[in-house]
């Protein structure tokens, strides 16, 4: 073991050795060629953070006689990205080369992206400095609450049609993606992308993988904004559209691609009267599991989110609880008052941003959910009912470790999309734990077998306050 952990930092020493402290400009501007002549000045200008840094990258920003400009340093580039760097285009020795080098192709193709001020090594290090673009990110829009379908239809049209001109762009999310802005100038006018290191060129359509992870990135990037559900999924459709996909290749896609939302699907005409008529046997098994961890008390209030169509309010009622359902399907909402007595409170909203305040439920039940979201969107799901639970937490997950979970695997690996997944007890604890709750039972229809586990959480300082 010591052998090969010597033999690997030779190789580091060899790799940072064999490049040299190199420093380019691409600029013609006097008073930036004056400014940023070397490295060392550029790292010596006052400076501001401009995003989290993570364990390989940073951004800082550089303001400079009234214009901003972006110094993006990569610590180091894996090995893994330089030979994917030397086998596709355009050949690129590390990471801030391969970012200036993709933007210079959309720039010569008459696509609008950062302006290229310098680039630079010393030693393990690149450094990429480019201009700001002019006006504001997508995400910023929509946080400000200036995005309509209009704008969000030009938007993805143009990311999809860079996609179908051959540029392999992963990481369009809506922080990389800038609007236009009429200022005067034309170019200006223009969608503009950018943080391209990913990136590459070529003569051939997206392929699949690509196209996941776009539409991956963007899902998570508007997953704590204030936009409207449908409009994020508009956006995927046409970006898809645009990028030059057959219909059954999109629906594979986006049918994969949550958490645009799985509540858009129930909105169907009688989708949700099918829901909720189906497999009553089923559900009969699964409130037993309920009733194994159910932590409430008589007269607790329970906000149950996603409630579907209220298949769950008879159990509540058992133990007198004061129900409030909620869900992202409208339809869904609808059928559970037709089938149900009312609740003490419907609200319609999306269990990854409730509408609700800081310990404002006794409990929060999330069942038959957390499986149809990607590990991240089902982290974020848990904080929420956290954040809103005073006392205690319920949900339902689908297990890795089991048979049902197993072929789903195999089913992937033949190209199938993923539609379900799993997460672990231990991981779900680590969540609650991080969020103040600490396990307080568990159980399974058939460990290991079957995939289905519910478990219960209660607050580890008692009560919160609100």
Known sequence: MRSNRRSDKRTRRRYAAAVPTTWQLFTKDPDEL????????????????????????????????????????????????????????????????????????????????????????????????????????????????????????????????????????????????????????????????????????????????????????????????????????????RLLRSAGTARPQRRQLLTAAQPFGTAARYEQAGRSRTYADRNPKRAATERRLLERIWPGCKGETVLDLPCGTGRLLPFLRQYEHRVAQSDGALAMLKQATEQNTASELVVQSNALQMPFGDASVDGVVMFRFLHHLPPDAAKAAIQEACRVARRFVVVSFFHPCSVHHLQRRLHQLLGTPATRFAMSLTTIKKIARQNGFQLHRSTAQLPFARDLWVASFTSRAGTKTP
Not at 53 to 75: C, D, M, S
Not at 88 to 110: F, H, I, M, N, Q
């Open 34 to 237: 004056a400014t940023f002549a070397s490295l060392a000045s550029v790292l010596a200008l006052p400076n501001e953070p401009a995003g989290p840094p993570n364990r390989l990258r940073h951004v800082v920003r550089i303001e400079h006689a009234g214009q901003n400009y972006y110094l993006k340093t990569f610590r180091k580039t894996q090995w893994k990205n330089r030979v994917h760097f030397l086998l596709s285009k355009p050949r690129a020795s590390d990471d801030a080369d391969r970012e200036r080098k993709v933007t210079d192709a959309l720039r010569a193709r008459g696509y609008q992206a950062p302006r290229p001020v310098a680039y630079g090594r010393d030693g393990q290090a690149s450094y990429y400095l480019c201009a700001q673009l002019p006006g504001i990110s997508l995400a910023e829009r929509m946080r400000a609450g200036e995005i309509d379908k209009q704008l969000a239809h030009q938007l993805a049209r143009h990311c999809g049609t860079l996609l179908a001109d051959g540029f392999q762009l992963p990481d369009l999310s809506a922080d990389h993606v800038y609007p236009g802005v009429d200022d005067g100038v034309e170019a200006h006018q223009q969608p503009a992308v950018l943080d391209l290191h990913n990136g590459g060129t070529g003569s051939k359509a997206p392929t699949r993988k690509v196209l996941r992870r776009v539409l991956r990135r963007f899902a998570r990037s508007v997953r704590d904004l204030p936009v409207d559900r449908a409009i994020a999924m508009a956006f995927a459709v």
